[in-house]
């Protein structure tokens, strides 16, 4: 099992009037993260979903914010899958200041794997499958 890390600066467009991340953009900092650990693997979205027709969206999120990040912060998102089904994930994702170490949000996100023509779930391609399977704790049948 291991953590995926991705470090990101925080930009004006980031922030509301008060220089304070908006909330809504710490579900933007973790869909990135999200997305370079398949880029990392050699994975594209876009071609998966051109090529065989399915894509891997949000189904359900909940976020614990703790502490507020600022204008010039840079963050780091720890990334790591709680569970892995056939057509579905689930991960946890810790959004830090990597200054300090300081956890400022916690992510749980569930993840479904759903063909494009019919929004029904459909299994993992094994690629995208193994890609995954490096950030698991446990796999669920």
């Given amino acids: ?23 809504a953009n710490y579900l933007k900092f973790a869909e990135r993260a999200r997305t370079e650990i398949l880029r990392e693997a050699g994975i594209s979205q876009q071609k998966i979903a051109a090529d065989d027709g399915i894509a891997f969206p949000v189904r359900a999120v909940s976020v614990e914010y703790l502490r507020p990040a600022r204008l010039d912060d840079v963050l780091t998102v720890e990334s790591q899958l709680v569970a892995l089904g056939g057509a579905s994930a689930e991960a ?50």
């Fill in 92 to 141: 946890r994702q810790t959004v830090k200041r990597a200054a300090d170490g300081a956890v400022l949000a916690v992510l749980d996100v569930r993840l479904a794997c759903v063909g494009l023509a019919d929004g029904k779930p459909t299994r993992w391609p094994a690629t995208v499958k193994e890609a995954l399977s490096r950030h698991i704790l446990v796999t669920k049948p």
């Fill in 1 to 23: 099992m291991t953590v995926h890390r991705l470090d990101m600066k925080v930009y004006y467009e980031d922030t509301d009037a008060a220089g304070i991340v908006y909330y």
